[in-house]
Structures are given as structure tokens and as C-alpha cells.
Nanobody, 125 residues
Framework: QVQLMESGGGSVQAGGSLRLSCAAS????????MGWFRQAPGKEREGVAA???????VYADSVKGRFAVSKGNPTNSVYLQMSSLKAGDTAMYYC???????????????????WGKGTRVTVST
């Protein structure tokens, strides 16, 4: 059974940094694509960053140059390093895992069928 657990969220001032972690278990980690998604109150869930099984990464335009997604090796973890945080980054952040997701679809939440419970990020001005 696939299990994902996020950590690292918290409150930070604008311009600050946070590193989110997602611990994965219960499957062949290296075969999966891993994505980070977020949902702010009253808004739809959106893809933030993702990395596929070959190490290809994609980012939402809103976070390019500020966020970086990476996989742990050999630990079954995926990370989201967030820098130059803005108030607009405030949201619940979720880690997700999916199989055989095309690079062009890595930021589509409906391509993932395994989700963590989320970690909250609050950016204050």
C-alpha cells in the first residue's frame, strides 16, 4: 500500500525559505513520478512542481526560479525547496505519486492516484 507523508510546512515571512519533505513507502519508489500540489482556501488544487522516474522536472510558471523539486537517494523521499516565498504561496501542500505520467502532464493532479495528507505553508507579509 502506497503511503506518503509530508512534513516541513510552517509559517514564514515573505522572502523566506522552507523545505518540504515527502516520505514515501509501500511501492517501488524509483518507478513513480512524484508531484507537489497546493490548494489555497477557496481555490482549486494546482500543480507546483513534479519529477518523473527519469529525473525530469517541471514547474508551474508561478514558482519557476524559486522552487526546486528533488528526489532523495537512496532514501524514498522527495523534497520541495521553496525560496523567495510570497504571500500567494500560502496553501496546503500535498505530495502525490503516480505511474507513467507523461512529462507534459506531470502538473495535472488527476494523473496521480496516491496522495499524502498535506502540510500547511503560511507566508506573511
Amino acid at each position: 500500500q502506497v503511503q506518503l507523508m509530508e512534513s516541513g510546512g510552517g509559517s514564514v515571512q515573505a522572502g523566506g525559505s522552507l523545505r518540504l519533505s515527502c516520505a514515501a513507502s509501500g511501492y517501488t519508489y524509483s518507478s513513480y513520478c512524484m508531484g507537489w500540489f497546493r490548494q489555497a482556501p477557496g481555490k482549486e488544487r494546482e500543480g507546483v512542481a513534479a519529477i518523473d522516474s527519469d529525473g525530469n522536472t517541471v514547474y508551474a510558471d508561478s514558482v519557476k526560479g524559486r522552487f526546486a523539486v528533488s528526489k532523495g537517494n537512496p532514501t524514498n523521499s522527495v523534497y520541495l525547496q521553496m525560496s523567495s516565498l510570497k504571500a500567494g504561496d500560502t496553501a496546503m501542500y500535498y505530495c502525490a505519486a503516480g505511474l507513467r505520467v507523461a512529462v507534459g502532464r506531470l502538473l495535472l493532479w488527476n494523473k496521480y492516484n496516491n496522495w499524502g495528507k498535506g502540510t500547511r505553508v503560511t507566508v506573511s507579509t
